[in-house]
């Protein structure tokens, strides 16, 4: 099975960045207790608006699939809906440069 490189876009809610970035330092974690990413240290970066940005691994398709079904992901997504809003990489400024330029997190 091949791991499967996702990059997610986090806008936080207003008065919600601490949370927000808290919260994503905890994901990777919960994931790879749950075996469902790799042990590549996922990138947390941030957008000038300050949006965070994921870059992660999963362990497959199949495990992206069974997160949909599985209680400590599910808690997790309620987690990630009190604090911020989904948003698709090209609603990034940083979307329209050829090198899309993010401050570093971590």
Known sequence: MMGRIVIVAYRPKPGKDEALLELTREHHPILLDQHLVTKRK??????????????????????????????????????????CDYVKLPDLAESEQLFAEFASVD
């Open 42 to 83: 996922p990138i947390i970066a941030r957008a000038a608006d300050g949006t965070i940005v994921e870059v992660f691994e999963w362990a497959s398709k199949d495990a992206m699939d069974n997160a949909h079904s599985n209680a400590a992901v599910l808690d997790l997504w309620d987690r990630y809906a009190e604090v």
